[in-house]
């Protein structure tokens, strides 16, 4: 679902959640161990103590780690600017490439939408096509259209007729993906879609055409959405950390198959990783 307004309340930030309570087994210590018989005397409670502080000390590194490992893994492997992802990082022949303090670099004129896309751009106009240069490509926002059975083509005409202004709505998407798996370009990549709230300036917008009030899509329009945001994600060397849903930004039920169903949308984050070259 598009955002008729730029900019409001920042919400989301629902975070990886829980990875739970640890039971870090430390299991029995205390009882077993040599017995000295009779008094434990200064010595051995001595040496309790040390017993007690090396396995709280095991215990603590073991719940670091494991929430190290886990973070790792819920960010698909973060780290530096992105080297370990994509080793030309710092190549200045890529298209988009890093600086020498991992800033990204993006040489428009370089970046070229594969033929799989189909340019249907909308006319530069206030309400749908501001023509405003991006600040940056940091992320990309999946969106649905909450206009069940509708076509891509019927949802890019609807933001081209916002041009008029007479409803006064703002709104549009860089990417639109039929139910039939087309996907239509409205916005060129360099300038602001209104999408996405406050990240319509740093962040790519694709919005999902879907049959039914699920919401969940057809097997054509998810082949492709998972193709785009590779794609997006190895050109502009954005990481799964920061492939969002509209949700995440705003709160809002959008797209609402993958905000209904978490594991679904982990499954598509992990279909994204699968598809990058
Ligand atoms: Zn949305």
């Not at 990886?16 to 434990?40: A, D, K």
């Not at 790519?204 to 959405?225: M, Q, V």
């Amino acid at each position: 679902m598009y955002q008729e307004q730029a900019g409001r309340r920042r919400n989301g930030s629902h975070g990886s959640g829980g990875y739970g309570s640890g039971s870090h087994g430390t299991g029995n210590y205390g009882s077993g161990g040599h017995r000295t018989g009779g008094r434990p005397g200064r010595r051995g409670r001595e040496n309790r103590t040390r017993n007690i502080l090396l396995v709280v000390g095991t215990a603590l590194v073991a719940v670091f780690l494991v929430f190290f490992i886990r973070t790792k893994v819920f960010s698909g492997g973060s780290g530096g600017a992105g080297e370990e992802l994509w080793p030309d990082a710092h190549d200045p022949a890529r298209p988009v490439h890093l600086d020498g303090d991992g800033k990204r670099v993006i040489q428009w004129e370089k970046v070229q939408v594969p033929d799989w896309v189909t340019k249907d751009l909308l006319p530069v106009n206030e309400f749908s096509r501001p023509g405003t240069f991006v600040d940056d490509v940091a992320g990309i926002v999946i969106h649905y259209t909450a206009n069940p059975g509708t076509s891509a083509e019927q949802n890019r005409n609807y933001f081209a007729g916002l041009a008029g202004g007479e409803t006064e709505t703002y709104a549009s998407s860089h990417f639109i993906i039929g139910i039939d798996g087309t996907i239509l370009q409205c916005v060129p990549m360099s300038e602001v879609a209104y999408a996405s709230n406050e990240r319509n300036r740093d962040t790519i917008s694709i919005e999902c055409c879907h049959e039914d009030e699920s919401g969940k899509f057809s097997k054509e329009t998810y082949a492709s959405l998972v193709r785009l945001t590779a794609w997006l994600s190895d050109t502009y060397m954005i990481k799964t950390k920061d492939i969002i849903r509209h949700y995440d930004v705003t709160g809002k039920s959008c797209p609402k198959y993958f905000v209904d169903y978490e594991d679904k949308w982990e499954r598509f984050l992990r279909d994204v990783e699968k598809n990058r070259q």
